[in-house]
């Protein structure tokens, strides 16, 4: 309690509790989190190992596997890195298409109208690869590369499908009063595309979905979930989906 009520005079402006536990810290997180639904858990991705301290990469991911509020959750802080700062700019938001990756969008349109923040909608494209590697038909001489020629076709179509969906959330959050919002689409695998535009893009914040529905041209966000927490260097809103 001393060390939370240290951290609490170095905070102002908000109104804080503390309360301390003996037992599993992954045990009380989640309970103290269920006793409020819409409160939301902030928790880092890394803490110093120690006597008196945990290993909170650990620790968060098991509170992210198993709470049902969202997690807002910041990167490790390393000897030699630059101080971190509050300076927020811009909101990515990755989509699949899917209403349960969408559920993200009011907490996004919320956050960028109070805090005055730019929105980048963003698609990860399904490529002829894709589809190739889905049904095991590869490019060779004959039928099979006629059907990798379909797979061209299809990767075309699901492009011109994710142009026209993506331009429809971007157009809506538009009429929600957010002025500032973009989209980018680009093909790749979903964890990969959204952990390289995040690197790209200054002052970000990721917010999605801890899960999606599979298939061509959608992810299943639950690992890319846990792979953008562990690899985009920026804070990640996670949000749980019913």
């Not at 989640?30 to 409160?39: C, F, Q, V």
């Not at 494209?125 to 039928?143: D, L, P």
């Not at 690197?199 to 846990?226: C, I, K, Q």
Request: glycine content about 8%; proline content about 4%.
């Amino acid at each position: 309690m001393d060390y939370l009520n240290g951290v609490k005079r170095n905070i102002s402006g908000v109104e804080i509790t503390c309360d301390a536990h003996e037992g599993d810290a992954v045990t009380h997180f989640i309970e103290e989190a269920d006793k409020s639904p819409e409160s939301l858990v902030a928790m880092s991705s890394h803490g110093r190992s120690g006597i008196t301290r945990l290993l909170m990469g650990s620790i968060t991911d098991k509170v992210l596997h198993h709470t049902k509020n969202a997690m807002l959750i910041f990167r490790e802080h390393r000897d030699g890195d630059p101080e971190p700062d509050t300076k927020l700019e811009t909101i990515i938001v990755p989509l699949d298409g899917s209403p349960t990756a969408e559920q993200v969008l009011p907490h996004v349109a919320a956050l960028a109208l109070a805090l005055n923040l730019k929105v980048t909608l963003l698609r990860a494209a399904a490529t002829a690869e894709h589809f190739s590697g889905v049904t095991g038909v590869h490019q060779i001489n004959g039928i099979s590369g006629l059907h990798f020629q379909n797979f061209e076709t299809m990767t075309q179509a699901a492009g011109n499908q994710a142009s026209e969906y993506i331009t429809e959330q971007e157009n809506s959050l538009r009429r929600q009063g957010i002025a500032s919002v973009d989209h980018k689409i680009i093909p790749g695998s979903a964890a990969n595309v959204i952990v390289d535009v995040a690197l790209e893009t200054p002052d970000n914040l990721v917010a999605m979905t801890t899960h999606g529905h599979s298939g061509p041209g959608r992810w299943t966000l639950g690992s890319v979930t846990d792979r953008v927490v562990r690899h985009s260097g920026d804070p990640v809103l996670v949000i749980r989906t019913s």
